[in-house]
């Protein structure tokens, strides 16, 4: 029996109109372009503003593109999985919602939750469904409306994220040395005092009080964050390259989760990358989660070319974080790209 193997074999993006420029910013909260530029790298980022529109609205944007790229036909999708951090409602689950949009009609579809390793997790789990046979094609979906969770007063937290979706087509293949190769995921559970949600959730339910003291916004300690991101993003790169006898050398393209450009940048050179192997885009989107992986692909996908080695690496919220080794499938100047 041939061995099967897991492919993306289309991407598709979508991020708001509304751009939220540093200028912007500096007029609600105490900051200045030069503040977040030397901190953070991020000049703009998108915000969803339109009442009523929340994660799902930006992942069917996101999906029907990659679907009419892609031309695949929509009752071939076995399956539909959306990670990410904002749900529309704490149930049903938005990829459900997502489904009923696009009129997928043989798709079972479901959330998954990994913070800002969303996406890297959730291609993991995809690619291990094709290749039980028992799957041929799924969607995967980054999406998330940070903009939903920041609080706008707090300028450590405000500046850092933007709204965006990316989704990419996973499809089984019998074609060698091509797709998802490995992947080394890790979660520690450390990371709870210093990035969270305090309130919302069974623990501490939504109530009066927590609307009056602010405790449904993102609350990060930034220098904790930092350093174990870095080591964390760092560490597995080189624990990835090692697993399957690779150096820098041998690798075409990192695309890190785009959280801070100091951290990629830190990333980058203690793991011996240079940076222009590095696939960045923080400075126009921001942090956008689960979705900064995806849209990361989505900009970059006319200069990967079949064959191309890729790693992608993450870290999130738990802590959650990891790395894999993805071979790239077709030629991305080959495609005609819609954005």
């Known amino acids: 029996m041939e061995k099967i193997n897991a492919i ?140 939903s969770l920041i609080d706008y007063t707090d300028r450590q937290t405000c500046v850092l994220f933007g709204d965006g979706a990316g989704a990419v087509l996973v499809e089984a293949t019998t074609e060698e040395n091509v797709g998802v190769q490995n992947s080394y995921l890790r979660t520690d559970g450390k990371g709870l005092p210093f990035l969270h949600l305090k309130a919302g959730g069974s623990v501490c339910p939504p109530s009066r009080f927590t609307v009056d003291h602010r405790l449904h916004y993102l609350y990060q300690e930034g220098r904790t964050v930092f350093r174990f991101a870095v080591t964390a993003m760092s560490d597995d790169v080189v624990e990835i390259l090692k697993r ?42 921001g942090n956008t989660s689960a979705a900064t992986i995806p849209l990361a692909l989505w900009d970059h996908e006319r200069n990967l070319k079949k064959g191309d080695n890729i790693i992608f690496t993450a870290f999130g919220a738990g802590f959650v ?7 790239w499938a077709y030629d991305g100047a080959s495609v005609s790209v819609k954005k």
């Not at 944007?61 to 399956?79: C, H, N, R």
């Not at 050179?269 to 240079?274: G, L, T, W, Y």
């Open 244 to 285: 399957n006898e690779m150096t820098a050398d041998d690798v075409q393209w990192v695309i890190p989760h785009e959280a801070n450009m100091r951290i990629i940048e830190a990333v980058a050179k203690r793991a011996d990358f240079p940076l222009d192997k590095v696939v960045i885009n923080i400075d126009r989107y």
């Open 321 to 327: 974080h990891g790395a894999s080794f993805y071979k």
């Open 8 to 147: 993306i074999t289309g991407v598709g993006g979508y991020v708001p109109d509304y751009i939220l420029n540093n200028q912007e910013l500096s007029r609600m909260v105490d900051t200045s372009d030069e503040w977040i530029m030397t901190r953070v790298g991020i000049k703009e980022r998108h915000i969803l503003t339109e009442e009523g529109l929340g994660t799902s609205y930006m992942a069917r944007k996101a999906a029907k593109q990659l679907m009419q790229k892609t031309g695949v036909d929509p009752d071939s999708i076995d399956a539909l999985i959306v990670t990410t951090t904002t749900p529309d409602y704490k149930f049903p689950s938005t990829a459900s919602i997502v489904v009923g949009k696009l009129g997928l009609k043989n798709a079972f579809a479901f959330d998954f939750e990994a913070a800002c390793c969303g996406f890297l997790y959730t291609l993991d789990v995809a690619a291990s469904m094709i290749q039980s046979g028992r799957y041929k094609k799924i969607i995967v979906i980054g999406a998330d409306k940070m903009s």
